[in-house]
Nanobody
């Protein structure tokens, strides 16, 4: 049974930082790309960042590029999202997802490519 558990959300003022973590179990973590998505009230879940299984390839949504950094520790089965220079538009529930395909050659930005999700962690940025 695959389980993903996010942590690290909270309330922060604009310009501040937060670090989200996602702990994974139930699958050979180092063989799967991991993604972060977010969902604001009344909106669809949208892509934020993805990291390849080995950690060398990363891709970001334009809206977070230069502010967010995705990383992973395959020894600890965790993926992190460092969020700096936060703005109110970053307010959302953040979810980590695990790719459905082992060692997929091309990292994916669509949520249909991920088959398990965490419960989400709330990030609120005040102005």
């Amino acid at each position: 049974q695959v389980q993903l558990v996010e942590s690290g959300g909270g309330l922060v003022q604009a310009g501040g930082s937060l670090r989200l973590s996602c702990a994974a179990s139930g699958r050979t973590f180092s063989s799967y790309a991991m993604g972060w998505f977010r969902q604001a009230p009344g909106k669809e879940r949208e892509f934020v960042a993805v990291i390849s299984s080995g950690g060398r390839r990363k891709y970001y949504a334009e809206s977070v590029k230069g502010r967010f950094t995705i990383s992973r520790d395959n020894a600890k089965n965790t993926v992190n999202l460092q969020m700096n220079s936060l703005i109110p538009e970053d307010t959302a529930v953040y979810y980590c997802g695990i790719d459905a395909i082992r060692n997929r050659p091309v990292i994916q930005t669509v949520k249909a490519a991920y088959d398990y999700w965490g419960q989400g962690t709330q990030v609120t940025v005040s102005s």
